[in-house]
């Protein structure tokens, strides 16, 4: 399986994506793809780099050049988790069940704060765009990579959090291995991740989009030693 396109080390789609990158780029996408509820917030955030280790910091800067619209550092214990999440995954995402990294085969919010309670930092950082395929392939890869790049420093327990139901493939293997598990990683919301709640610990304001002429912001998180 090739790997997926977003990134410049992952220029191939597997086959019979194509149709689908040039369909969903053509405009708002409808069905199921965007029937999605994704975590959004509309305000900026504040800048904490007085308080954020200076070592850290290169991993929030990676997300900047890969296109984020923000990016900080935080401590870990200012990711929140709730047991309602995976009820807003269950009931009300098409999605649900759907995609390897989505529930009921992501971590419960249970597992997620035992594994959130291993770690001292985060680096959460946000995109502002409509979304597109395209747009989406491009932040999971960058996420791969600055993962990747900061267990090559030696954070080895670094892991990644994305936004939403993984699109890598047309068509998720979701009753077998994923096909790109070297890259796909599950969103903040789907192992039970308050984002709004994490947002706001962070000095994000975040509300509810409420209209179709919004911006939506998607939220990616890393977790660090
Ligand atoms: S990379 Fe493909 S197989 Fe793996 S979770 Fe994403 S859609 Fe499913």
Redesign the pocket.
């Known amino acids: 399986m090739p790997p ?1 396109s977003g990134c410049d080390r992952r220029k191939e789609l ?1 086959a019979g994506q194509d149709d689908l990158v040039e369909r969903l780029q053509a405009g708002p996408a409808q069905g199921p793809v965007d029937s999605v509820p994704f975590p959004v917030m509309l305000a900026p955030m504040s800048n904490n780099r007085a308080t954020a280790p200076v070592r850290l910091r290169r991993y929030a800067r990676m997300a900047l050049e890969g296109g984020a619209t923000a990016a900080k550092v935080i401590p870990a214990q200012k990711v929140v988790t709730a047991d309602w999440v995976r009820l807003k995954c269950q009931y009300g995402c098409s999605g649900y069940g759907k ?4 529930p009921p085969r992501t971590p419960t919010p249970e597992e997620t704060r035992r594994v959130i309670a291993e770690y001292r930092w985060a680096v959460i950082y946000v995109f502002d765009s409509n979304r597109t395929m395209r747009l989406r392939r491009k932040w ?1 890869c960058l996420l791969a990579d600055i993962e990747r790049q900061a267990f090559l420093d030696g954070h080895y327990k670094a892991f990644g959090f994305g936004a939403g ?10 009753d ?6 070297e ?2 990683r ?1 969103a903040m919301e789907a192992c039970g991740m308050d984002v709004y709640a994490t947002c706001r610990n962070a000095g994000i304001s975040l509300e509810v989009v409420t209209s179709a002429e919004a911006t939506p912001r998607y939220v990616n998180l890393l977790l660090i030693e």
């Open positions: 997926p597997p995609r390897l990294g989505c999971v139901p993984c699109r890598l493939c047309a068509d998720c293997n979701a077998g291995l994923c096909r790109h598990p890259t796909a599950p």
